[in-house]
């Protein structure tokens, strides 16, 4: 199986930029597809980003098209998520999940198998 580990999270002021990372160890996961998905306090896990293994496919949730970019970099077992132009309202912790499989199933976090601990993002007005 494969552990995935979150980092970069932080707090920030509106209009900045963070880049997340998401690392893996146990096993490379250079065939394995990886979703971003954030939760805010009270609300459901939500659906950011999702790159296929190859990074020839990725989508974005529309609250976050065009001002994130997700990539990966398979040698270094690591997928990135870039946060830019940051609102209040992406305030939450964010959370990589691995799946083997890809199908049009990517934007359900049921359909994921491993999944890191998350790292916080606080974005002040």
């Known amino acids: 199986q494969v552990q995935l580990v979150e980092s970069g999270g932080g707090l920030v002021q509106a209009g900045a930029s963070l880049r997340l990372s998401c690392a893996a160890s146990?096993?490379?996961?250079?065939?394995?597809?990886i979703g971003w998905f954030r939760q805010a306090p009270g609300k459901e896990r939500e659906f950011v980003a999702v790159?296929?293994?190859?990074?020839?496919?990725?989508d974005y949730a529309d609250s976050v098209k065009g001002r994130f970019t997700i990539s990966r970099d398979n040698a270094k077992n690591t997928v990135y998520l870039q946060m830019n132009s940051l609102k209040p309202g992406d305030t939450a912790v964010y959370r990589c999940?691995?799946?083997?499989?890809?199908?049009?199933?990517?934007?359900?976090?049921?359909?994921?198998?491993?999944w890191g601990q998350g790292t916080q993002v606080t974005v002040s007005s």
């Open positions: 999940a691995a799946r083997s499989s890809w199908s049009g199933t990517y934007r359900y976090s049921w359909s994921y198998d491993y």
């Open positions: 146990g096993r490379s996961f250079s065939t394995d597809n």
């Open positions: 790159i296929t293994w190859s990074g020839g496919v990725t």
